[in-house]
């Protein structure tokens, strides 16, 4: 049974290529939206098994469309991990990859990255 992944992200490229390259292992389908203020009907819509999440977006933060999205008692529990290019992949490994008890993953995010980080947490 493939998982479904939404990842947001106003990076155009990147959705592009995390949604080519997950589906290509024929385990994932994937949702991108490029707005974050479009990710609680895209979640709604779409029920992800799990969300990417890009920290900063022009018209929405990550952390508040996840807030938004927590707000919601039938999206709650699906797990996010925030997307971030504010740090380097050496200060997420000192940080334990997680911020305020959040998992994160630095951009550029490689493939093998999300399908160990999705496959961690879903099993």
């Known amino acids: 049974m493939t998982k479904k992944i939404l ?3 106003d990076e155009v490229v990147l959705t592009k290529m995390v949604k080519l390259n997950l589906e290509r292992t024929g385990n994932y389908t994937v949702l991108t ?3 974050g203020s479009e990710a609680l009907a895209a979640a709604r819509e779409f029920q992800p098994d799990m969300i990417f999440m890009d920290v ?3 018209d929405m933060s990550g952390d508040e469309a ?3 999205i927590r707000e919601d008692p039938e999206l709650a ?3 996010y991990v ?3 290019a504010i740090v380097t992949k050496a200060e997420t490994e000192d940080m334990g990859h ?3 008890g959040n998992e994160f993953l630095a951009k550029p995010v490689k493939t093998e990255e999300l399908i160990e980080t999705i496959e961690r947490i879903l099993g």
């Open 66 to 68: 996840i807030a938004e």
């Open 77 to 79: 529990s699906i797990p």
């Open 98 to 100: 997680n911020i305020g």
């Open 33 to 35: 939206i490029n707005k």
């Open 56 to 58: 900063m977006m022009p």
């Open 7 to 9: 990842v947001v992200d």
């Open 82 to 84: 925030f997307m971030t």
